[in-house]
């Protein structure tokens, strides 16, 4: 059971280069997000997808992009990265929508940008 | 914008000692409270969460936590600590039906053996 991946694990990246973080889950989940982990915030989010083709915006989107054409997968994309997106990024996944379920997380990409 | 506070952000207690964390938030409606827990090198993970009916609900690893609704506040305890919980303790929550999770910024508890 690969439950949910994140690649890279491990990125550096030069300011104004374009990155790209990959999600994939394999429980078939409807919803899919992204946060991003920072000391003295906590997680925020960035994007979410109820489903393929439907995303919108969290707390913190400014500078990223997403995409979701395929229902297992889920990629952040930085179009330009900047120092300030220095971060640990987690992808996470859950089956339905009420709000009652788990949320299951990857095991995070960190990202530092030089 | 809804908010979640969590207090003493570090914590540093030994072995057998009790553990409390807590957890404020700021929204008047009806809320989904979750704590999540993030050992050393693990992915974060459910501890326990609370959307209805008995206000004191038990997780895994002996935990438990308190809603207490008038208090906006949704407390984190365990008797007694074992090493093994050291870790980062994340409270959660999302306005029913909204699965749009707000983080507090979370608690960093090493238990020392």
């Known amino acids: 059971d690969a439950g949910i991946t994140q690649s890279p694990r491990y990125k550096i990246t030069e300011t104004g280069r374009q990155v790209t973080l990959m999600c994939h889950q394999t429980?078939?989940?409807?919803?899919m997000f992204w946060y991003r982990q920072d000391l003295g915030h906590g997680l925020r989010l960035i994007y979410y997808s109820a489903a393929a083709d439907i995303t919108d915006k969290g707390e913190v989107p400014d500078g990223y992009v997403v995409s979701r054409s395929k229902t297992e997968n889920f990629p952040l994309t930085l179009e330009s990265a900047t120092r300030s997106q220095t971060s640990v990024y987690f992808c996470?996944?859950?089956?339905?929508?009420?709000?009652?379920?788990?949320?299951?997380f990857g095991p995070g990409t960190r990202l530092l940008v030089l | 914008a809804q908010s979640v506070s969590q207090h003493n952000h570090h914590v540093i207690l030994s072995e057998a000692a009790s553990l409390e964390l807590g957890c404020n938030y700021s929204?008047?409606?009806?809320?989904?409270l979750f704590w999540y827990v993030q050992y050393p090198g693990q992915h974060l993970q459910l501890l326990l969460k609370?959307?209805?009916?008995?206000?004191l609900v038990k997780g895994i690893k002996g935990f438990e936590a308190e809603f207490i609704k008038s208090k906006f506040s949704f407390n984190l305890r365990k008797p007694s600590v074992q090493w093994s919980d050291t870790a980062e303790y994340f409270c959660?929550?999302?306005?029913?039906?909204?699965?749009?999770?707000?983080f507090g910024k979370g608690n960093q508890v090493v238990v020392i053996p």
């Open positions: 959660a929550v999302n306005p029913y039906g909204n699965n749009r999770l707000a």
């Open positions: 996470a996944s859950s089956d339905q929508g009420t709000g009652q379920e788990t949320q299951y």
């Open positions: 609370y959307f209805s009916g008995d206000p």
């Open positions: 429980w078939s989940h409807s919803y």
């Open positions: 929204y008047g409606g009806t809320v989904n």
